[in-house]
C-alpha cells in the first residue's frame, strides 16, 4: 500500500511538477498557521537530506528516484516500510502535498521532507526525526488560498530534538 501510493505520487508529481509550479495560485510556503520558517523553528526536525532521516530511523535506504524536484529512498525496517522524500526547495513540498491530498492520508512532514508509511508508524518515526504529521484528507484544494489544518502535535522527542531544523 505504501510502495503503490508513493509510486502514484512520484510519476504525478515527476510529471506535473513544472505545470504546477507555474500556475500555483497559492504562494504560501505551507498551508499551516505558521510560515515554515516559524515552524522550524518550534518543531526541531531531521535535517532534508535523506541518508541522515534514514540514519536517525536505523534504516539503509534504498534510493528510488534522484530528480530536480525531489529524492525518493526505500526504507525497510523492523519497525515497516516507508518512503522518505526530501525536496529542494519548501515549495515543492508544498506541490507534493496538494498531490497527496488526492489520495488522503497522513504524513510525517518536516522542513523541506516528507515520510509515507502506514499511520501506525509515523509515530513512531516522528520520535526520531521530529516533524508533525500531516493530515492531507483534510487539506483543501490548491488554490483557495485558505490555510490548512495540518497538525503540529506535542514537541518531538529523540535524538533530533536538540539539533537544528536546518542542515
Known amino acids: 500500500m505504501v510502495r503503490q501510493r508513493g509510486i502514484l505520487l512520484s510519476a504525478a508529481l515527476t510529471g506535473g511538477m513544472v505545470l504546477a509550479v507555474g500556475c500555483s495560485a497559492d504562494k504560501s510556503a505551507d498551508r499551516s ?5 516559524q515552524r522550524a523553528k518550534t518543531v526541531a526536525a ?3 537530506n535523506i541518508e541522515k532521516i534514514a540514519d536517525l530511523t536505523d534504516c ?3 534510493i528510488r528516484s534522484d530528480n530536480t524536484e525531489l529524492r525518493e529512498g526505500v526504507c525497510k525496517t523492523d519497525l515497516g516500510d516507508y518512503l522518505i ?3 529542494p526547495q519548501e515549495k515543492f513540498k508544498k506541490i507534493w502535498l496538494d498531490t497527496a491530498s488526492m489520495y488522503g492520508g497522513k504524513y510525517l512532514v518536516g522542513p523541506r521532507w516528507a515520510i509515507t508509511a502506514e499511520p ?6 516522528r520520535k526520531k526525526v521530529g516533524g508533525w504529521i500531516e493530515d492531507t ?3 483543501p484544494s490548491q488554490g483557495t488560498g485558505s490555510q490548512g489544518t495540518g497538525s503540529q502535535g506535542p514537541a ?12
Open 33 to 37: 498557521n505558521d510560515s515554515p520558517k
Open 46 to 48: 531531521a535535517p532534508a
Open 60 to 62: 539503509r535506504v534504498s
Open 85 to 87: 522524500t526530501t525536496f
Open 120 to 125: 501506525a508508524l509515523l509515530g513512531k518515526l
Open 137 to 139: 484528507s483534510v487539506r
Open 156 to 167: 518531538p522527542q529523540g535524538p533530533v530534538a536538540s539539533q537544528s531544523a536546518s542542515g
